[in-house]
């Protein structure tokens, strides 16, 4: 329930996934799924069924460490460790066995990640505290990000039957600076009021992916999407190709105090 940020992958559903393999070959480094497939012999779209990356921390500190957590499809858990102890020594460090109260996990010799297999085909990695963390969460000894709002509420909407689903919920810090950003000038921001977003990218033909905004009322929500209606007819200034492009095919649509907002990715693709 520390998680500020999540985003889960399911592979084989990636794999049926127009939009989602735009977006893969968009943002994902290839330098570093090269380096998993040719240090541990893994192609992770392939030989993964599930991974969830979580962004963990306090409002001072909401981004303060990453926590990783795979499910193999072909591989099993200790196939998976093997490769980050693998990682580890390719990057000059070693690894070690350490007794935490949730039971043992292997740390790198400088304690700055560890890994701790949940289950048969599940491991999970990150830092020591991000790994012991998780794993109480398994145990059901510290309540989940399920169980905590907006992230509760949102969720659903984004994660069920998605190949690509994250949500985001900023501290009020950045909250404000993302009003700030997302300002363009003397317009209003489109998030404001704005209590977590998320993303959703659904298996299919369509390079369609839908952003959610969830509100804190309805009318903050309408505001919102009349804003953002108004861009698409007229993108700001700052906003470059190919977002100038993406921006031009939004579909906007008011769900009480969510703001969903579909686009057409392909025009990332047509960028590289």
């Known amino acids: 329930s520390t998680a500020r940020a999540v985003l889960q992958i399911d592979p084989p559903a990636l794999r049926r996934s127009a939009a989602g393999r735009t977006l893969l070959d968009a943002f994902a480094q290839d330098a570093e799924l ?3 497939e040719a240090t541990c012999g893994l192609d992770p779209i392939a030989d993964l069924s599930r991974a969830t990356v979580w962004a963990r921390g306090s409002d001072r500190e909401p981004f303060q460490s990453f926590g990783l957590m795979l499910t193999g499809a072909n591989v099993d858990a200790a196939r998976i460790a093997e490769c980050y102890e693998r990682l580890v020594e390719a990057r000059g460090g070693s690894v070690t066995r350490l007794e935490a109260p949730t039971g043992p996990l292997l740390a790198s010799n400088d304690r700055g ?3 701790a297999l949940v289950d048969d085909r599940t491991v999970i990695t990150g830092s020591v505290q991000t790994v012991a963390e998780a794993m109480a969460v398994q145990r059901g ?13 949102l969720w659903p909407t984004v994660g069920r039957g998605a190949a690509i689903a994250a949500a985001v919920d900023p501290p009020s810090h950045w909250k404000a600076a993302l ?29 369609s992916a839908e952003v959610v905004l ?5 009318e903050l929500a309408a505001k919102s999407a ?26 906007v ?5 969510h703001v969903l ?12």
């Open 214 to 218: 969830d509100s804190a009322t309805p």
């Open 179 to 207: 009003e700030r950003i997302t300002s363009f000038g003397a317009d209003a921001s489109a998030l404001h009021g704005v209590d977590a977003m998320g993303v959703s990218v659904r298996p299919g033909r369509s390079h």
């Open 253 to 257: 649509v008011v769900d009480g105090h």
């Open 141 to 153: 000894l510290l309540p989940t990000l399920a169980e905590r709002e907006p992230i509760a509420a």
């Open 226 to 251: 009349t804003l953002i209606r108004g861009w698409v007819i007229s993108p700001p200034e700052a906003v470059e190709p190919p977002w100038e492009q993406l921006l031009r095919t939004a579909k």
């Open 34 to 36: 090269s380096e998993i």
């Open 261 to 272: 907002v579909r686009v057409d990715v392909s025009s990332l693709a047509a960028d590289r």
């Open 113 to 115: 990640s560890a890994v």
